[in-house]
Every structure is written in C-alpha cells, then in structure tokens.
C-alpha cells in the first residue's frame, strides 16, 4: 500500500476529523471559560483581596531606564492562567463523566443475559419431560 492511500485510510477513517473537531470546540470553549475567569470570577476574588487585579500583579527585575523597557515577572497573569486552567478541567471531567455515565447506562440497558447454566439446562429437560407425560 503507497504512503497516499495509507495517509488517505488514516484521515478519512474520521479519527482526524473528529479530532479537529474536538479542537477547534475546546479552543471556542477555552475563550468562553477565560472569559468568565476574567470578567465575572476575578473581578469580585480582587475586590475581596482588597482591590487586586491579578493580571497586574508583576515583579520587576529591572527597572525602566531610558529607551530600555523594564523587566518583570508577570506572576499574575500565571494566577490568572491556572485559574482559567482549572476551571476548563473541571468543566471537562464532568462532561467526560456524564458520558461516561450515559455509556453505562446504555451498556447496561442492551447487556443480553446470562446464558443459563448446565443445571438449569438439564432442569428444564426434565420439566418438559414431566410435563410430556
């Protein structure tokens, strides 16, 4: 098989596509969630933290000097970050899990049953056995 039919198996199997799809929905998501982190979430943390916007939290390791810039450490804005990173997480799992929950559910609902053991087998032989006579 060419390396292009094998490319062509490989893309059109839908893996990939369900893949970019995944993608492209978890970065719509990820706006989404940051979003709220930054507009509704940390405005109120800030004020209860006695007015600190987490996105100006910086240390400066050099200062400002003439056409130089300064050089600081924008440890807010990582706070800010993780913050967004948890809360995407979290929103994950649990999405993960009500799937998961619903494939259990349906597993359950077409798992076929048992097939009957030799005893029981061999008392419905004799059943209708009794019941012939």
Not at 21 to 38: D, E, H, N, P, W
Not at 108 to 133: F, G, Q, S, V
Request: aromatic share 8%; net charge neutral.
């Amino acid at each position: 098989m060419s390396m292009m039919n094998e490319f062509k198996d490989f893309v059109v199997k839908g893996n990939v596509v369900d893949m970019a799809v995944g993608i492209v929905i978890g970065a719509a998501f990820g706006k989404i969630v940051s979003a709220l982190v930054a507009g509704v979430l940390m405005p109120p943390i800030g004020v209860l933290l006695g007015g600190v916007n987490f996105t100006d939290l910086a240390y400066v390791v050099k200062e400002a000097a003439g056409t130089e810039q300064a050089v600081v450490i924008a440890y807010g804005v990582f706070i800010q970050t993780v913050i967004d990173f948890t809360i995407i997480a979290f929103a994950i799992f649990m999405v993960i899990k009500g799937i998961n929950s619903l494939k259990k559910k349906e597993e359950a609902a077409t798992k076929a049953p048992p097939a009957p053991t030799a005893e029981e087998i061999l008392l419905t032989e004799i059943r209708d056995l009794l019941k012939n006579k």
